[in-house]
């Protein structure tokens, strides 16, 4: 296999010996994939090669600021006046992922394939993979260094946008020293860090904001302060159009309260049983909590389901939780 | 005036000088104020003095994770057996800050003042003041780099701990290029982000849960889905036990909903006056809109208080929120 200063050599010399390009990122783009698309858009700017940004759908409204994000067609709306031979994807794990673009692919197309997903299965004619990398923006940052190009607050906040959206505001397990030594470098070129993290990071589904409401109603502490929890039932998933992802967080709030050591959320999968995701403020372990109610998990981040009502399920966990602070 | 280099090095002088050194702290101690305590009493267990560290209460609970903190010394259960004659003050930008601690100052005490702050006095015999460093954790940064020491993970994680906290979580303006590329540093070290991120920047009030959640309760969105606005009444405030403080951050909620472009929180001061606060998403000047009901602000954050009952200022502000989309 070649080494990724091999791949970043090849992807340049993709990039400099054809003339017209298609560039495109994954369905229902996020933050990385929008980024990517530009910084890619921007680079063949610089080289003067003609080149068009395409996505399946529209471009997240929060995204607009981004240097020519007008400019990423919308199949929905208008798509390219021809085919390409040439393409560039980027943030696409799969083939797939490009959704309806590929109907702009000429039928021998060659295709770079830009990406960081550690699934990728190497679609390309080009294949610039590297699975540690925090978003597709850290390698596009890599690969902007072997063009003599001057960076302006543009790209700098094209590439910032990938990193900070793909690491969580460099709060995930990916925020590595190398992203960390990046954003310094984009942070002197311009870029408005505490704008981005506003507007890109703190985005809910109105779902999302309702089920919060209901799970906060419904809040207790122990008498001590040191434990909270909520409960959402089945009743407050529809009443809300709530999906499961919609919960993710809920159990951070109650775990949040000053003087609180464990938070809980207690939902209601059916009259019989109760999913119990346990949050540790640092003093107590609660995957060995968990483990006692056959689940199990991270010292800070555990779980487990309990069958039974939630009327015994409550005292029973509260019970266990005290005997741990 | 003397340099910040000069700075760095008198107080680095002042640390070498003597033999027994007092660290304190500021009233109800921050993650800076913790963090850069315990850095001090690092550099000084590595230079083998004797020192001892103190604070006027109780270090918070979330921050005994890290290195030492169960030895600074809460002076409502037990102060040093002694009083010092060299004192080093962190994060304290004037002598009233130590609070009760300066009980142990000898009546001669040469003091060491190190801090961030840019209302700070220079009240100490050496003062070491840089007021755009995002945190007092910075200074120690580079103050640590005159010795010649071997960094771990423990005062790794201490100055990460001061720049996380004090920067909240690098999204305020003061988090510097120079912020980044020491955290770039901190991580190479060992420092566990994403546990920190979690454990120390979530913290709430419970006044401020419980006003959320009233808040959220009166959650209306346009037909349109591009405004939403809460309001919260002065027996809301009242019932949850809150204050101005705790309504921070309730206006982001409307605002973070997809779709929305303008979130608002129509704060009742009393019958006849109301505080409105806008959020844009980037599309509207909510500072331009606030000026028209003789308010202020930045694009995306700004406010204005009408005097009128809520039922006529909300389809005022709505209406003229309306012409803006
Ligand atoms: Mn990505
Ligand atoms: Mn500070």
Known sequence: MQSYEQSL????????????????????PDGDAVSSTLAVGWLLSCLGKKYCMLNEGPIPKRMEYLWHADQILNMTLAGPDREFK???????????RVGLTHRYFAAD?????????????????????????????EILFDLLQLFALEWNTDIATAIYTGLLTD?????????????????????KLGVNGP?????????????????????????????EGDVAWVHVTPEDMIACG????????????????????VGILFKVIHPGAVKVS????????????????????????????IEAALEEVIPQVLEEVRRYL
């Open 9 to 28: 050599q090849q992807t340049r010399d993709f990039l400099l010996e054809h003339d017209d390009y298609l560039v495109v990122s994954h369905v229902q």
């Open 86 to 96: 040439h393409v560039i994807c980027v943030d696409c794990a799969d083939f797939q």
């Open 109 to 137: 197309a060659l295709i770079a394939n830009i990406d960081h997903h550690p699934t990728n299965n190497g679609y390309g004619a080009v294949n610039l993979i590297k699975p540690d990398a925090a978003a597709t923006a």
């Open 167 to 187: 690491t969580g505001g460099f709060r995930y397990t990916n925020t590595s020293p190398k992203v960390m030594a990046a954003v310094s470098e984009l942070l």
């Open 195 to 223: 704008e981005l993290a506003e507007t890109l990071l703190e985005e809910m589904t109105l779902a999302q904001v309702k089920v919060l409401n209901r799970a906060l109603s419904t809040l207790q502490l122990s008498p």
């Open 242 to 261: 709530a999906s499961n992802e919609d919960l993710e967080g809920i159990v951070n709030y109650p775990r949040n309260i000053q003087g609180v050591e």
């Open 278 to 305: 346990l949050r540790s403020a640092g003093k107590v372990d609660v995957a060995a909590l968990a483990q006692t109610f056959g689940g199990g998990g991270h010292t800070r981040a555990a779980g487990a389901k």
